[in-house]
Nanobody, 123 residues
Framework: QVHLVESGGGLVQAGGSLTLSCLASGGIFSRYAVGWFRQAPGKERERVGVIGWAGGSTYYEDSVKGRITISRDNTKNVAYLQMNSLKPEDTAVYYC????????????????WGQGTQVTVSS
């Protein structure tokens, strides 16, 4: 397992952009796919996207497709979630998670989770 720490959250105006980081330590980061999730107050946690272990494959949920980009730098043990055209409904705590992919990016069991970073989008 790896230890994950998210950073980069904050307050941003609607239409703005934000990039979150997920820094890994304590394991072989390049073994893992990284998923980004979010949880808004009173709502279930939802996945927003996933990146494969090598960074060559990504999956995005329809709700955010076209507005987010997930990338990673295995030399620095970090993954990124770039969000553009932010909307108030994007307000949530954002989490990254690491898991081993067995061929697809949708059905991954995530063994490590970060503590989350708050993103607030004002209208």
């Amino acid at each position: 397992q790896v230890h994950l720490v998210e950073s980069g959250g904050g307050l941003v105006q609607a239409g703005g952009s934000l990039t979150l980081s997920c820094l890994a330590s304590g394991g072989i980061f390049s073994r893992y796919a990284v998923g980004w999730f979010r949880q808004a107050p009173g709502k279930e946690r939802e996945r927003v996207g996933v990146i494969g272990w090598a960074g060559g494959s990504t999956y995005y949920e329809d709700s955010v497709k076209g507005r987010i980009t997930i990338s990673r730098d295995n030399t620095k043990n970090v993954a990124y979630l770039q969000m553009n055209s932010l909307k108030p409904e994007d307000t949530a705590v954002y989490y990254c998670a690491a898991g081993v992919s067995h061929g697809d990016l949708v059905s991954i069991w995530y063994s490590s989770w970060g503590q989350g970073t708050q993103v607030t989008v004002s209208s």
